[in-house]
């Protein structure tokens, strides 16, 4: 751990907590995806992870090894950027937040209109949401990767949707801790 990770710590500590406690308090990191958490207690990776680092990349490697069926329904958990459920004031907190941080809140008609067109090309595409891990980036970033990954193929969409979302969920993670 370096002197940078030491200060971060959980709170309430996740080694301190009941499954059910556990899944209530972290349940969210993954959208929509408490199973992702609940796998982690009942495997022991939350018994001596009270650093957020290290509990997102155990929760993450639970992610990457689900089969290719469960990590799309993961995916899928994720709302549009931009997108319509945005617009309706339907995200979760954690997502509201992000892409608000992002100025996601801030488009243009154009730009917003450019996001529907993106979004829905890229589920075209895809068969699933555009996912990126926003903070730290802006919305005119946001428009460029959309372009470069609909390059893609469809297997390497889903790995970097996969590693994306596990992005997100270590900065939700470091989001909570103190």
């Not at 500590?13 to 199973?35: C, N």
């Not at 990776?45 to 509990?55: E, F, G, W």
């Not at 730009?111 to 802006?138: C, D, H, Q, W």
Request: with cysteine.
């Amino acid at each position: 751990m370096t002197a940078m990770t030491e200060a971060l710590k959980l709170t309430p500590s996740p080694s301190s907590l009941t499954r059910e406690d556990f899944v209530a308090q972290f349940g969210d990191i993954f959208e929509h995806s408490p199973w992702i958490a609940a796998e982690a207690w009942d495997s022991g990776l939350t018994s001596t992870h009270d650093d957020p680092l290290v509990l997102a990349e155990s929760m993450a490697e639970i992610l990457r090894s689900a089969a290719s069926e469960r990590q799309m329904q993961v995916i899928c958990a994720h709302p549009d950027l931009a997108g319509k459920a945005a617009l309706a004031g339907e995200l979760t907190d954690d997502s509201t937040r992000e892409q608000a941080g992002v100025g996601l809140d801030q488009c243009t008609p154009e730009e917003l209109a450019r996001f529907e067109t993106l979004n829905n090309a890229y589920k075209e595409r895809f068969g699933f949401p555009f996912i990126m891990a926003v903070k730290g980036s802006n919305r005119f970033l946001i428009l460029d990767a959309f372009e470069v990954r609909l390059k893609n193929s469809i297997e390497e969409e889903q790995k970097t949707a996969v590693e994306q979302i596990n992005k997100i969920a270590r900065l939700r993670l470091v989001d909570r801790a103190e």
